[in-house]
């Protein structure tokens, strides 16, 4: 089974706190927020999203940083997923 | 009978959570939310909506998921249906 | 008399639960609720409405879906009509 | 004396509910609303209005049926009459 | 000193109630509101507002009826004017 | 130091409500009010600013009225300016 | 690792209110208030944001006067940052 999202959206997987942690880089300000540090699993196409044309920049495996409260989460397979638009991503994470 | 959507929309029937559930794929974050996994019966033609040029990315027999909240709900023949707007598709899945 | 409906304006008569129930197919999701079904009686010109060209595809006689809440309700020869704009227009409904 | 309306404006005048009733033709839903027919007593030349160019349909003498709430009251030589803008006329009224 | 409105601003002066009651003409619907008749006493050059071509139709003496609750009161030696947009202006009077 | 405004925002001081009177000219209309009489310090270059393309007409020296709550307050070397959008600039004032 | 700010977005980071009272030179109104000055770490590449080109004027390193509120915090190594859009600079300070 696969999930394809559409149009300029993006399904992701949150990095748990604690992994986020022992990776020792990234934190959300207080430890009370959801994480912010999420990795990209699908990619929508793109194309005309409100009536203007978007180019998708992330790309699977990219690890981004996401604006809170963004998305509709959901569950495959027991594992916790979300689903946002690609301009929920403030930015992407290089190693 | 049939009905047609009009524009960008289109006919869908919710999966019952328990079909859902047996399936074992899909489900939303708390059982209390309504399920967001749906199956396409109907899709309205696109075409220009709000000013903006549509096309219509989902088909008949879809299985999709759901923006929360969207639509309005009708009845037909006893069973529920609701109609959305294409937008409020986040994803296709495909089995 | 005549009413005719301005840009994409359309007069709508709504259907009594009673006689939709009789013909037996589509209900509101409660009883409670005010009733979706609605037949056309004049249908405006569409063109230019917010700036955006409108074409008209629901026609006299034709028997709708409408967004609940939408429309001015106005009173003629004692009759109760509604005038929608043709985006309160869900799906249309064919026998 | 004369008022020109600017844009897509009109100067309009309720009718009188009694006047209507006699006409025998149209009411609003309850009798505690404001009458929502009207008769057009000037026309603006239209124009671009908010960006958009807006041809006027309406015309002088027009007796139209006007979105409820819609416009500002001003009083002339003791009359009452309101100014609105094209778009808040939902029908005319052709005997 | 003059006072040079940017855009499609106006510079106008509102005619007292009593004023405007002795001239025998336009009254607000209640004595409480403000007046919305306004001389005109400067005019701003309209050109590009919001992204759109405006062109100023009122000019520098129209009497016009002005949109409620519209505008910027400022006091020019002692005189109360105020600076409203163009779009506030329901109409010009004409004698 | 020099602080560049960038796109259509201006650099403004507020002009203390002692002086303004003192030049005898221009008073907000109560007292309480913050005053509204501003001189233009810096301004920005214009450009694109919104998807719109803004040209400035307002220069280095204008004593302009502002429009009120217009702008974001800051201090530099003990003095307080405000920073703004062209937009919230209704008139210039010519001596 | 390095974060790459996506579109018109820019990571900054604030100059602590100390340090910027040593510098002699900006302040917020209040002490109360969250500093507005910011360092600008990295830059988005601009591009197309909400259907409009964007061009990017600020650069690495440039000292910013940012809207208060602005932006998303986040931690990085220990130390906070926060990632704002272009829109949100206010002026760049030069020295």
Known sequence: MRIKPIGDRILIK?????????SGIVLPD?????????EVIEVGPGGI?????VEMVVKKGDKIIVS?????E??????EYTIIRQDDVLAIIED
């Open 68 to 72: 809170k409260y963004a998305g509709t």
């Open 30 to 38: 207080t430890v009370k927020e959801k994480p912010q540090i999420a």
């Open 74 to 79: 959901i569950k495959i397979d027991g594992e």
């Open 14 to 22: 949150y990095k748990e706190r604690e992994e986020v942690t022992k």
């Open 49 to 53: 999203v409100d009536g203007e044309k």
